[in-house]
């Protein structure tokens, strides 16, 4: 199951009482993995040194407070984070571009924001942060977690959260968050699924140990189970939207329909690999086959695979080749070497069959 995912690629101490605010830790950190367009997120982390240059506006004066933002999130993550603002060729060198703009320059909604720019195999490779100068003191804890790979915007006790006030410190549930997103359990790439797993685990790490952490865990099943079922639904286009993409106000209809074809990929990687519900891979089957009929990429290649191997359905040659041949269209190596392996093991005639079946690019 490992090369089939490879082809896609501290809250407190001693947590209340009150059930409640356990699961509002749960849902926290599940809703820290949604895009507030409208899509669940894969992991994407930073792979290697963060270089960050810092310009624009008035930037000796905010200069400390962003480095010190940085390296808040930075050291929690375990992270080198270097300052080349002053270096001949900073422009050049730097991977982490942050610039202070005049507060007119962005738009009236948007005070500050983080693009990630290039990434591989989910590693961030490139980014930039801009902020509006006024806005500095307000924006830069908050865009420090997004410029590490945290994208969503969560409710809960977190500087990610649109409502929430204190913004000259990070939360214990950030530090948790951070710690455990760049944990050696958490892999980049990971799907939402699954990335959940290992923040609800860490969730649960913090209660006290004995029976409190024993009725953590069982909350965290339930949890766990819960949203699950919720996210078939909504990969079926039967259930709610998730309530933080309607919070956001961003999310557009084509964006949580783009949301719902993605979810149902990663509803069949959960069935694949049984970590919340049992791993049954006629289940994973179906649902990524949803979303290769979809045109999703990466549940074109894992179907071609599945088809190619007889995991979860019976092997064939022609299925695979078909499945495969739709993501080489969109010029994946892996993909082109893929239909040519298949096709080594076919007729002519099969072959001259499959691809008359192959519907032409969208």
């Known amino acids: 199951m490992k090369r089939l995912l490879a082809l896609f690629v501290l809250f407190a101490a001693v947590v209340p009482a009150r059930a409640d605010a356990l699961q509002d830790r749960f849902e926290t950190v599940w809703e820290s993995l949604w895009y507030q367009g409208g899509s669940p997120t894969p992991v994407v982390r930073w792979g290697e040194e963060i270089r960050v240059?810092?310009?624009?506006?008035?930037?000796?004066?905010?200069?400390?407070?962003?480095?010190?933002?940085?390296?808040?999130?930075?050291?929690?993550?375990?992270?080198?984070?270097?300052?080349?603002?002053?270096?001949?060729?900073?422009?050049?060198?730097?991977?982490?571009?942050?610039?202070?703009?005049?507060?007119?320059?962005?738009?009236?909604?948007?005070?500050?924001?983080?693009?990630?720019?290039?990434?591989?195999?989910?590693?961030?490779?490139?980014?930039?942060l801009k902020m509006r100068d006024h806005a500095v003191y307000q924006c830069v804890l908050h865009e420090a977690m997004h410029a590490i790979g945290i994208s969503g915007h969560p409710a809960g006790d977190t500087v990610l959260s649109y409502f929430y006030q204190r913004v000259d410190a990070l939360t214990e549930l950030d530090e948790l968050l951070v710690r455990a997103w760049y944990s050696p359990q958490m892999r980049p790439g990971m799907s939402p699924l699954a990335a959940v797993v290992v923040l609800t685990n860490a969730v649960v790490r913090a209660v006290p140990a004995g029976a409190p952490q024993q009725r953590a865990r069982v909350a965290q099943r339930q949890f766990?189970?819960?949203?699950?079922?919720?996210?078939?639904?909504?990969?079926?286009?039967?259930?709610?939207?998730?309530?933080?993409?309607?919070?956001?106000?961003?999310?557009?209809?084509?964006?949580?329909?783009?949301?719902?074809?993605?979810?149902?990929?990663?509803?069949?990687?959960?069935?694949?690999?049984?970590?919340?519900?049992?791993?049954?891979?006629?289940?994973?089957?179906?649902w990524i086959g949803y979303a290769a009929r979809a045109g999703l990429l990466q549940a074109q290649l894992v179907l071609g695979y599945l088809y190619e191997r007889g995991e979860g359905v019976e092997a064939n040659a022609s299925e695979a080749y078909v499945w495969y041949s739709m993501a080489a269209a969109q010029d994946v190596p892996y993909a082109v070497e893929s239909v040519k392996r298949v096709a080594s093991v076919m007729t002519p005639e099969e072959v001259e069959i499959a691809r008359a079946r192959i519907p032409p690019p969208r």
């Open 224 to 286: 766990l189970a819960d949203t699950l079922r919720k996210m078939e639904a909504f990969a079926s286009n039967q259930g709610e939207v998730p309530v933080v993409l309607k919070r956001s106000g961003t999310a557009s209809s084509e964006m949580i329909a783009h949301g719902r074809t993605l979810m149902q990929f990663y509803v069949g990687v959960t069935y694949a690999d049984g970590v919340i519900a049992d791993k049954d891979m006629v289940k994973a089957v179906e």
């Open 53 to 128: 240059r810092i310009h624009g506006r008035n930037q000796s004066t905010h200069r400390g407070r962003i480095m010190h933002a940085l390296g808040k999130v930075t050291t929690l993550a375990g992270v080198r984070l270097l300052d080349v603002s002053d270096a001949q060729d900073a422009e050049k060198r730097a991977n982490l571009d942050v610039q202070i703009v005049n507060d007119l320059d962005l738009p009236d909604n948007q005070a500050c924001f983080v693009r990630v720019q290039e990434i591989e195999r989910s590693l961030i490779v490139k980014a930039e």
